[in-house]
């Protein structure tokens, strides 16, 4: 119980770990990812979800019968090509698999079908770039950290051991030939927030390609740690469940590890430790490494790729998230960094936000701040009100609707405090938006005319409008009739709102004589 | 230690098979289907291959091991009317070229009457129930000479075909790269028929030769055929003419190509340097594979598993594991498992790769004599004064007693090892190959990759 309060009383100082400028920490990740396809990697067993009864699904490969033979599944490859091609990685021609040779009861084949002597791609980057991510470094002139990456690899995952309090060892094999990738990076981590940033950089990557679920608390992200000082021995820390056990197995490594080179103890070379919480723990050395004895699996043919697979799989992919995410930053959006991540882990809530940005910008001239106003401060809220899951049930409120509501209360037509009603008795289910907006102006009919133009005054005001755009006029006459658009946005602006774009378009049209 | 295992040799004799050739038998036997291509035809399959039945490799590792499906080629054979009669003895998980290393003891050739010769292996209970006319035919699996050499010491034909065109869904991986599915019968006519049955591609096996590349064969092989009844180019690779040849056998191969040589073809000595080296290259292939394969075997998800005894620490998984597979196996698969293991070792170098490149080379070499081109190395010309097919001996000496064999081996394992001198190349170079009975002795007939037609129709004319 003391130790538990200790630890968690001393998180705080944690999180501001900075390395020592005597002791430079060397930092490289390795990390799993369970791609997210329709079938295990070398069978037809559909992939296992959370909950899935034990051993439900197996196949005979996956379970290592004799006579079975494995057959690629082309799906897992292009999840592999999709994540290399992200990362900027060189896609390998021809790669092959090999065979990784240890017993243990989750390991049916006794080996574990990988890409040892022909990864599928090698060399690559991550680039950290403030103010998106935390580089953590003192020096505020230096605003980017570029990560590179060795190699990916495509691999089968294991079974999983489930260890019995009796002694006794539980076997379930639905995770048995999985899909996963090995991502491998170079020693280029400076300090924590390098490694906290990158993860949660790549997490947001995989999750928006649809290539992983994302989570490191299921097991569909695993990372293992190599810590070095000044360029010494490096060691390897596995069993990292979360970013939480990453950082302070880092910190505690890093300070162990000076603690030894003060002392003047030779740190040990090729060393393999465990996380418990609280510290590392030896696992194992060099002496008593296993010996993989990897060599190739001549049932599985080689990949060969075209030269050009790099150009057709970039084609296929939407605009990466960190691209999307400077884009937010800057005008015209200028949304906040919390806000942008939050889109862009939602990628629905980022094409709603989007399409309700343009509309409202282009549609109807507002400003842009409307769209993040509105999605953050009062979208989110009355889902959040009404105890519903914003992303399934974007349907109740349909971004033309909500862009009208926005407009309404925009021009004054509709006040600040209905608006947020309405919204909130449509995300209820109790009325859509589109009809409350028309009783609400058939109701306050009387007090509308302070509001709305008459019609004189809108005719008077698309006068003016014509009169002073000669050039887009002269546009509409020679036949490009869609440029009234633009003509009915000015009158909109100029009306602040007050007229109706229904009326100023029948206007504009007997003013110049169109059908 | 001799005379004990000899003893051991018939213990598993239950119903009448005098030879030892089963290891198990069908407990009703079914009438087969009538108006198919294999109707009235009685088969059984080397007990590698999956089955409805018990599948044990004659292994005690897999000695209850019963398949929840079945293998392909079985499948197909059933499937066309053949009549399933059991399953047969072998070296255990394929290991071996006499059938003795079998946990159900060995074998016993029905062609000798005078005391207990080997049937050879590892194919040897499909050689000995096809030679004793239990059966019209059997399945085996040939790696380095396996239903040939059997084949060979049992008087029967024996035909292993190139790698990739038959199946090997639901056969039990010895070496993969080597493996093929072969057929043991009494005449051309059976194989023939069997081939014609088996001879498709399978979407299970990664392996299999896909649809395309099997037409593309066809009118590669059908572009070089100089037709029937036109004489064909034989060569006769020099290499062969090792030391171990016995006497007898260097008659035989000179009578069968004078024989050829009176009907017309043309003979021709030729010259495949890396035969000299392809032993010691498939012994580091095939067992650096076999070691990989059978680490399955470790008896926690199905096969043997020893109750944890009284005085053994079975303390930790790996321990368990061990005395599985140290009790589960015999000694020669022990044995190769351990060569294996060394050479895919990291101290012990690069010899599989090694091995690889006399591989490619010997595939190089064989490319360079025959007519046909081989369509898979995309070496497309064809050599107008190639050769057709190839002959030799299929075994270097005389089918030895259980005895001489056991002896000659305790000696030196090497000289096992030496049986399958020629019928390795074929292997290694994934060639379609047959042994055929020649006299007392056998003749084995190699072609080009693919081209099993011209392999048949050459095994007929020494046959009539």
Known sequence: MTLLRNFATSTSVRATFRPLPEYQLKCGLELHTQLKTKYKLFSLTPTSVINSKPNSKVSY????????????????LLLALKTAVALNCDIARISSFDRK????????????????????????????KEPLDDIGLADNSVKSKRIRIQQIQIEQDTGRSIYRKDGSISVDLNRSNTPLIELVTLPDFENIYQVRSFIKKYQQLVRYLGICTGDLETGAIRVDVNVSINNGERVEIKNLRNTTDIVQAIEYEYFRQVGLIKNG?????????????????????????????????????????????SEEIKNELPKLPSEIAMELLEPPFKLELKHIRYLIDNKVLLDYYMELHSILTHDHKLEGKFAGNWLFNNLLSSFKKARLEITSNLNLVPVKQLSELVVGVVSGRVSKGNGKSILQSAIEGKQPIDKSISSLS????????????????????CSHIINTNPETVEKIKSGKVGSIKYLIGMAMKQSSGKASSKNLEQIFKNLLNIK | MLSRRVRTFKRHLNTNDAYNAFISKPSSVSPGVDGRILSHLTYTLKDNFMNSDSTTCASKLLSNFKSPYSATAASLIDENGGQFRGKNNMDEFGMGSSNTNSYYGAATNPKYEDGDRIAGGSSGGSAAAVSAGVVNFSLGTDTGGSVRLPASYCGVIGFKPSYGRISRWGVVAYA???????????????????????????????????????????????????????????????????KELSPQNRECWLNAVERLQDMGHTIKRISIPSIKSSLSAYYTIATAEAASNLSRYDGLRYGFSQEAPED?????????????????????????????????????????LKATQVRKQLVHEFNGIFKSPNFLTNSLDAQEDGCDVLISPTSVGDTPTIEEFLRND?????????????????????????????????????SQFGNEHILFRASRYLLN
Do not use: C
């Open chain 2, 312 to 352: 053994v620490d079975l303390d930790t998984v790996s321990a368990l594991i061990a005395k599985n597979r140290s009790l589960g196996f015999g000694p020669e698969v022990q044995k190769r498992i351990l060569l294996g293991n060394y050479t895919l070792s990291s101290d012990s170098g690069n010899h599989y």
């Open chain 1, 61 to 76: 490969f996956d379970s290592g019968l004799p006579g079975t033979q494995p057959k690629l599944n082309p799906e897992a």
């Open chain 1, 265 to 309: 103890t030779p740190i040990q070379s090729q060393e393999t430790r465990g996380w418990d919480g609280v510290q590392t723990n030896a696992r194992r050395s060099k002496e008593n490494a296993v010996d993989y004895r990897y060599f190739p699996d001549s049932e599985l043919p080689h990949i060969q790729l075209s030269s050009n697979i």
């Open chain 2, 410 to 446: 305790a000696d030196n394992f090497l000289n096992s090892y030496a049986n399958d001198l020629l019928t390795i190349p074929a292997s290694l170079a994934g060639l379609p190959a047959i042994s055929i009975p020649w006299g007392n002795q056998s003749i084995q007939i190699m």
């Open chain 1, 101 to 128: 040779h240890y017993f243990y009861p989750d390991q049916p084949l006794g080996y574990q079908i990988t890409q040892f002597y022909k990864p599928i791609a090698t060399g690559g980057e991550l680039i950290l």
């Open chain 2, 176 to 242: 993969q790269s080597l493996d093929t599915v072969g057929i043991l019968a009494r005449d051309m006519d059976t194989v023939e028929k069997v081939y014609g049955v088996l001879n498709r591609h399978d979407e299970k096996d990664p392996t299999s030769l896909p649809a395309g590349i099997r037409d593309m064969l066809q009118s590669v092989e059908e572009a070089v055929d100089p037709g029937a009844g036109e004489g064909l180019t034989i060569g006769i690779p020099q290499e062969f003419l090792v």
């Open chain 1, 442 to 461: 058939t109701s306050s009919q009387a007090t509308a005319s302070s509001i709305v133009l008459s019609h004189s005054q809108e005719e008077e005001l």
